[in-house]
């Protein structure tokens, strides 16, 4: 009765990998129990999601080509868009939300537009906006930028704006740091950079308040949740963005989360489903409001359980 912090599945969102072609359920070898999925076995991921009450699935693409610009990130035909429309027809009421980024889509494996080694923001705005209309075009309920590049919400917003989806949403990904907890996720999504590291547009992990003013600036963009991510090394600056600001938060529980509890718990040497608990419910003391995870099923049926 007096438990402080209670976790729902209503709060969870499940992260998809969703690949061309049909019937493919291709294992993620760092995060057992996660695959890549092709569009049709997508549906069903959403469907037994929604059956355990998460309601809310973030889609990321493995699109068949890559090339410098990223160019099929807003190829109305790739696997995302697909997806999109395929999980709105066979499970109407889950809610679809979009990773909104290039590093999936270009071949040097960076989040935009290269320029002389940099990334150059200016060139990279335009084709995240217009990446964002293509997933809103498709059904999307909600965008998230992840890019990392200063202005995407904005522009995101207005072209959303103009195009008459005033209504849609936008999650910024706002305090997103340079994180060794990427790794698995970059196996999965096959996005690893060939070159450098995101050094350049994502934060250090020795900065607080640099977070505090990421956080600050998108939701003068026009951000409607804004994100910390990862998650659980950074509950500190969870906790003090949910004191000041009154915007919706949520944080990433990152693949290389998810494939530490999963590699521990496979040896044994911790108690895997216990592990996801305490975490979570670490994640959600700390105040966010929506917590992404690998582990949302899972969860969601440890909790019916009771
Ligand atoms: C970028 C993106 C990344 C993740 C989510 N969106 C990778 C990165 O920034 O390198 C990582 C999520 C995870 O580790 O689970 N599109």
């Given at each position: 009765m007096l438990k402080e912090n209670r976790l729902s599945p209503a709060e969870f969102i499940y992260p998809m990998f969703v690949t061309n072609g049909s019937g493919i359920r291709n294992p993620i070898k760092p995060m057992p129990g996660i695959d890549q999925i092709s569009v049709d076995i997508a549906v069903e991921e959403a469907q037994r999601a929604f059956e355990v009450g998460v309601k809310a699935v973030l889609i990321f693409g493995l699109p068949d080509e890559k090339d410098a610009l990223g160019?099929?990130?807003?190829?109305?035909?790739e696997a995302v868009q697909s997806a999109i429309t395929e999980i709105k027809l066979g499970s109407p009421d889950t809610y679809v939300i979009t990773d909104v980024c290039l590093c999936e889509y270009t071949d040097h494996g960076h989040c935009g537009i290269i320029k002389d080694e940099d990334l150059d923001s200016e060139a990279t705005l335009p084709l995240l906006a217009k990446t964002a209309v293509s997933h809103v075009r498709a059904g999307a309920d909600m965008v998230a930028p992840?890019?990392?590049?200063?202005?995407q919400v904005a522009i995101i917003r207005s072209e959303l704006n103009e195009k008459g989806f005033n209504d849609v949403p936008i999650m910024g990904y706002s305090a997103k740091y340079t994180s060794a907890f990427y790794g698995p996720f970059r196996i999965a999504a096959e996005?690893?950079?060939?070159?450098?590291?995101r050094g350049s547009y994502q934060m250090g992990f020795t900065q607080s308040s640099e977070a505090i003013r990421e956080i600050q600036s998108d939701i003068e963009e026009g951000a409607d949740i804004v994100m910390v991510k990862p998650a659980l090394a950074y509950l500190d600056v969870i906790k003090e963005a949910s004191i000041r600001f009154n915007t919706p938060i949520a944080a990433y529980n990152v693949s290389g989360e998810y494939s530490m509890i999963s590699a521990a718990g496979n040896a044994g040497w911790i108690n895997r489903e216990k592990a996801i608990m305490e975490v979570l419910t670490s994640i959600k003391r700390a105040g966010a409001n929506l917590i992404i995870t690998y582990s949302a099923i899972e969860a969601a049926q440890l909790l019916s359980r009771g």
């Amino acid at each position: 009765m007096l438990k402080e912090n209670r976790l729902s599945p209503a709060e969870f969102i499940y992260p998809m990998f969703v690949t061309n072609g049909s019937g493919i359920r291709n294992p993620i070898k760092p995060m057992p129990g996660i695959d890549q999925i092709s569009v049709d076995i997508a549906v069903e991921e959403a469907q037994r999601a929604f059956e355990v009450g998460v309601k809310a699935v973030l889609i990321f693409g493995l699109p068949d080509e890559k090339d410098a610009l990223g160019s099929s990130a807003s190829d109305p035909t790739e696997a995302v868009q697909s997806a999109i429309t395929e999980i709105k027809l066979g499970s109407p009421d889950t809610y679809v939300i979009t990773d909104v980024c290039l590093c999936e889509y270009t071949d040097h494996g960076h989040c935009g537009i290269i320029k002389d080694e940099d990334l150059d923001s200016e060139a990279t705005l335009p084709l995240l906006a217009k990446t964002a209309v293509s997933h809103v075009r498709a059904g999307a309920d909600m965008v998230a930028p992840s890019a990392m590049i200063d202005g995407q919400v904005a522009i995101i917003r207005s072209e959303l704006n103009e195009k008459g989806f005033n209504d849609v949403p936008i999650m910024g990904y706002s305090a997103k740091y340079t994180s060794a907890f990427y790794g698995p996720f970059r196996i999965a999504a096959e996005s690893a950079p060939k070159f450098g590291d995101r050094g350049s547009y994502q934060m250090g992990f020795t900065q607080s308040s640099e977070a505090i003013r990421e956080i600050q600036s998108d939701i003068e963009e026009g951000a409607d949740i804004v994100m910390v991510k990862p998650a659980l090394a950074y509950l500190d600056v969870i906790k003090e963005a949910s004191i000041r600001f009154n915007t919706p938060i949520a944080a990433y529980n990152v693949s290389g989360e998810y494939s530490m509890i999963s590699a521990a718990g496979n040896a044994g040497w911790i108690n895997r489903e216990k592990a996801i608990m305490e975490v979570l419910t670490s994640i959600k003391r700390a105040g966010a409001n929506l917590i992404i995870t690998y582990s949302a099923i899972e969860a969601a049926q440890l909790l019916s359980r009771g």
